[in-house]
């Protein structure tokens, strides 16, 4: 069964690094998004990507935060200059359609962690 | 924001029986999103509905938009069952932002 690929399973980085998710979704699927999920809390959308843009975004997804395509199969989630506070699970999910009757395939999450 | 409410927030099982659980939001909705995390974080999507009803397997997931309730049901209930079930909401037909509840955390035993 396809899945989606994420890399590193855990990153730990130092406060103010740059990092960087990677996202490897389903081959021919046309919706990406990553979700984060601070320990012990709720899952939190925060960007959705179709047709090479940005289609949607929370109100978490400040400008420390960008994604990208770069070459057609992997999809990436950058977060500038990170925070303690950035700390979680970045789960990253591709779909075929927008609405579809199993939902999203989702990948198996990279846990960040900021120190 | 659509706010979405789970009931219970943790359920106990023998194995083999019904279960329900419950998801409330507040607000109308395009489509509902049921998930699976599993214990060690992963996440399964199970459903996505807009209206009526869905089976797969042992789960059926209705939805009543007009009670802005919808429900999760197990049948033959087994220990591999046990996760966290999660509700999930969109609101305006055009958008891709879901709202997620706390999840209900179910554990069946054998």
């Known amino acids: 069964e396809p899945e989606v690929t994420q890399t590193p399973s855990h990153q730990v980085t130092q406060m103010g690094q740059e990092v960087i998710l990677r996202c490897v979704p389903i081959s021919n699927h046309l919706y990406f998004y990553w979700y984060r999920q601070i320990l012990g809390q709720k899952v939190e959308f925060l960007v959705s990507?179709?047709?090479?843009?940005?289609?949607?975004k929370s109100e978490i997804f400040d400008d420390q935060f960008s994604v990208e395509r770069p070459d057609g199969s992997n999809f990436t989630l950058k977060i500038r200059s990170t925070k303690l506070e950035d700390s979680a699970m970045y789960f990253c999910?591709?779909?075929?359609?927008?609405?579809?009757?199993?939902?999203?395939?989702f990948g198996s999450g990279t846990r960040l962690t900021v120190v | 924001k659509n706010e979405v409410e789970q009931s219970p927030q943790n359920l106990t099982a023998q194995e083999g029986e019904f279960i329900t659980i419950n998801c409330s939001y507040s607000?109308?909705?395009?489509?509902l999103h049921w998930l699976q995390q599993h214990p060690g974080g992963g996440i399964v999507s199970l459903f996505m509905?807009?209206?009526g009803k869905k089976k797969h397997g042992r789960l059926i997931a209705t939805i009543n938009i007009q009670e802005k309730h919808s429900s999760l049901h197990i049948t033959a209930s087994h220990p591999r069952d046990s996760a966290v079930y999660i509700c999930a909401v969109r609101g305006w037909v055009g958008g891709n932002q879901f709202y997620f509840g706390t999840g209900t955390s179910l554990t069946v035993i054998p």
């Open positions: 990507f179709y047709n090479n843009e940005i289609s949607e």
């Open positions: 607000v109308g909705i395009s489509a």
């Open positions: 999910a591709s779909s075929a359609a927008r609405d579809s009757n199993y939902g999203y395939t």
């Open positions: 509905l807009s209206s």
